[in-house]
Structures are given as structure tokens and as C-alpha cells.
């Protein structure tokens, strides 16, 4: 009995000591992939001031929600403009390596890329909540990955605004031959519609305007929406902010991601970042919408008139705006490939959105 006792004792002692060994194995091997990610020190450039709310904050909310989230393993190290590399650099330094991610305002890379800015903002185009429907559950993401992907690029959509201003004008616009010899800061597509009609357009960096401005080298400017056109103080010079936002019913920035860099990530480290922009897209919106109505309130205290365009006046730029898109389809095939999505999508969305939302055309 006591031989009996001794050998089922060290049966029983030998098939712990192996159950504990599996499970210091399992444990190991269930440890092993979180253990082996590596740490990710990447340099990004800001394309715009992460200072400026909606616009330029939406890239240190994602540092700081991977940080957090990651407990330090993924440190972005956030770049102010201009930092590294220009903004019209910044595509090409992703694209051959030099620099590993960016968040950049895709409209910038028209020149080499002609479909980048229907990415970015479209004159008479997409809402914001609309836009970010077509990217996330239609075509967008998956027609920009492609794009980008011939420039060994991955993109992910980080921020979406609402409408800029029409611009900041010395005076008020009445009609449209006011337009016309106005020497004008404006962005994208938006500046092409506006050269058609007799302006003259040209793009400039944001920290560049105000002395434009202030010099007479420019007469008018566009940049953003009221919250950050204060911060560059355009209001000190001219006096007539005008609406609606036509050239760009909706901004949206993206984080650029060279290719390499990102197919190296694992797919948690992957997912880890599109969530990341995912909320900061939201955060951009919400930031954006919250700020603009106490900004406006307060223009009659610093001698600033808020106005309409004229009827007529946003009809004609809807006109020349077609003109525009048409020519610029048959210039390039992707870009009347994304625009094509967008009218698609748009044209869904809009029986949607007459049906199911209140017209607000009550008091």
C-alpha cells in the first residue's frame, strides 16, 4: 500500500510538474507576439501648426492616443512645418524613404499626383460626415491606397473640417466682376476656377499670408475656417469675410505612411494606427463645428462684416466649377476615377439626406 502510495504521489508530482510546464509554455508562446514588438521612433511632418484646432491638432491627438495606448512603445515624433522638408516636399521624402510619415493636405500634391486633390477638398463637392462615409465604407480609402500606393505610400484619412470661408476681401463682393484682376491667395482647384473667371490665384503657405497681405501683394485671401483665420489674423487687414465655403464644402488631411514602413508594422501595430486617425478624424470634426459660431459672433467687435456671396455670383462658380472638373477628368483617368466614385456616392447619399434631414430653412 505504502509502495502503491509512493508511485501515485509521483505520478501525481510528475503530472504537475508537466501541467505547470505546459503552462509556463503556453503562457510564453500567448506572450511571445506582444513581447516581440519592436518600438516605433518614426519623425513625422506636420503640414500645418498642430497648434491650429481641427486643422493641425488631429496629428498630436494620434501621438498622443498611440503613445498612451502602447504605454510609450509608439512615439511620434510631430514635426511644425516646414521643420524637415517644405510641403510641397513631403510626398516625394515618404515616397523614397527619407522621411517615414507626414501628415499632409493631399491637395498639395496636385502637380505630380493630378486625382490627390479630389482627396483633399472638392469646390461645390462633399460635406464633411458625407466625405467621411465615401472613404470609410465606399470607395475613398480604397482608390487612395491604390493611387498612393504607385508612390510607395499608404494613406490613412486623419482629420475632416467643415467648409472654409469664401475668403477675406477688402471689400464686398457684389458681383462677379469683382472678381475679376483680384490678386488672391487660394488653394487646389478652388484657385483654377477662380483664374478661369479673371482672378489671379496663387498658392501660399499659411505663415506667409498675412505679410502678403499687409504689403499688397495680395488683395484677398482664403485659408481655412474663422477659428484659424484669427490666429493668422486676417482679419487685421480685411475686413469682409465672405460665404459659403464653396471651393471646399469640406478640408480633409491625411497621414502619408511610406509603404515600406507600414507593411513592416505588424497587423496590430496597423490596426493600432487607423484607430487612432479614425478618432482623431472625429475629434476634427467635432472640434471644428464647436468653434465657429462664438468666433463669428465676435466679428462685429473687431470691424469685421460677415457676408453672402450674391446668388448669381455662386451659380457662375458652379458653372466655370464643372467646366473645370470635366477638363481636368479627361486630363488624367484617375482623376475621373475618384470623381466619378464621389458623384456616384454623392448622388445616394443626397436622397438620404433631403429625405431625412430637417431643411433648416425655418426660423
Not at 215 to 230: C, H
Request: proline share 6%; hydrophobic share 40%.
Amino acid at each position: 500500500m505504502k509502495t502503491l502510495t509512493n508511485k501515485l504521489t509521483g505520478m501525481g508530482r510528475r503530472a504537475f510538474g508537466l501541467a505547470a510546464l505546459s503552462s509556463m509554455c503556453l503562457s510564453t508562446l500567448v506572450a511571445t507576439p506582444a513581447a516581440a514588438q519592436e518600438n516605433i521612433r518614426w519623425r513625422v511632418q506636420a503640414t500645418f501648426n498642430t497648434a491650429w484646432p481641427a486643422l493641425g491638432d488631429p496629428i498630436a491627438r494620434v501621438a498622443e492616443t498611440l503613445e498612451a495606448a502602447t504605454d510609450g512603445r509608439i512615439r511620434l515624433n510631430v514635426f511644425e512645418p516646414g521643420q524637415i522638408v517644405p510641403p510641397l516636399e513631403i510626398t516625394p521624402s515618404i515616397s523614397n524613404g527619407s522621411l517615414p510619415a507626414a501628415y499632409n493636405y493631399l491637395a498639395y500634391d496636385q502637380g505630380r499626383i493630378p486625382s490627390a486633390v479630389l482627396f483633399s477638398a472638392v469646390p461645390f463637392g462633399m460635406e464633411p460626415w458625407e466625405y467621411a462615409a465615401w472613404w470609410f465604407e465606399g470607395e475613398g480609402h480604397g482608390l487612395a491606397e491604390e493611387i498612393y500606393a504607385e508612390h510607395n505610400i499608404h494613406p490613412l484619412l486623419c482629420s475632416t473640417i467643415g467648409p472654409e470661408t469664401a475668403g477675406w476681401f477688402r471689400n464686398p463682393i457684389n458681383e462677379l466682376s469683382d472678381l475679376e484682376g483680384l490678386k488672391i491667395r487660394f488653394s487646389g482647384l478652388g484657385g483654377q476656377v477662380l483664374n478661369r473667371i479673371g482672378a489671379s490665384a496663387t498658392l501660399m503657405a499659411g505663415g506667409e499670408i498675412f505679410a502678403a497681405l499687409e504689403k499688397g501683394t495680395l488683395d484677398a485671401t482664403e485659408y481655412s475656417m474663422p477659428a484659424i483665420d484669427e490666429i493668422l489674423g486676417f482679419h487685421k487687414i480685411a475686413k469682409y469675410n465672405l460665404f459659403p465655403g464653396w471651393h471646399q464644402p469640406s478640408t480633409s488631411t491625411h497621414l502619408l505612411i511610406n509603404l515600406d514602413e507600414w507593411n513592416g508594422l505588424s497587423s496590430s501595430d496597423q490596426a493600432l494606427f487607423e484607430m487612432a486617425c479614425t478618432a482623431a478624424t472625429m475629434r476634427a470634426l467635432t472640434t471644428g463645428e464647436a468653434l465657429q459660431g462664438a468666433q463669428i459672433r465676435s466679428f462685429p467687435e473687431k470691424g469685421v462684416t460677415a457676408a453672402t456671396l450674391p446668388d448669381d455670383v455662386i451659380n457662375e462658380l458652379k458653372r466655370v466649377t464643372l467646366e473645370v472638373m470635366t477638363e481636368e477628368a479627361e486630363k488624367d483617368a484617375d482623376f475621373a476615377r475618384v470623381w466619378a466614385s464621389q458623384e456616384a456616392f454623392h448622388a445616394d447619399y443626397q436622397i438620404w439626406k433631403e429625405l431625412g434631414y430637417l431643411p433648416r430653412d425655418f426660423d
